[in-house]
């Protein structure tokens, strides 16, 4: 079993930044794909950026140039550094790791203010 815990969240003016921390327990770290993913209100839960074990990235168009997903592997922890936020980016981000099985955090509010 892997326990998946988010950090970071909260409120933020337009054009501004947060990092996002997800730690996931167990000794299998290395071998899980990472993703943030997110939902906004009324709307399915997005993929919004990926990293594999080989440090291989993806990210969703509406994020790319502004989101950077990178792992520590020593901390057993994935980051999300967002820079240039937009109202639009208001969800809640939860933290997925995958290997065989999937596990999810509890999610972490993030909220734009325009």
């Known amino acids: 079993q892997v326990q998946v815990v988010e950090s970071g969240g909260g409120l933020v003016q337009a054009g501004g930044s947060l990092r996002l921390s997800c730690v996931a327990s167990?000794?299998?770290?290395?071998?899980?794909?990472m993703g943030w993913y997110r939902q906004a209100p009324g709307k399915q839960r997005e993929l919004v950026a990926l990293?594999?074990?080989?440090?291989?990235?993806n990210y969703a168009e509406s994020v790319k140039g502004r989101f950077t997903i990178s792992r520590d592997s020593a901390k057993n922890t994935v980051y999300l550094q967002m820079n240039s936020l937009k109202p639009e980016d208001t969800a809640v981000y939860y933290c997925?790791?995958?290997?065989?099985?999937?596990?999810w955090g509890q999610g972490a509010q993030v909220t734009v203010a325009s």
């Open positions: 167990g000794s299998t770290f290395t071998m899980h794909t």
């Open positions: 997925n790791a995958r290997y065989f099985d999937s596990y």
């Open positions: 990293i594999n074990s080989d440090g291989l990235t």
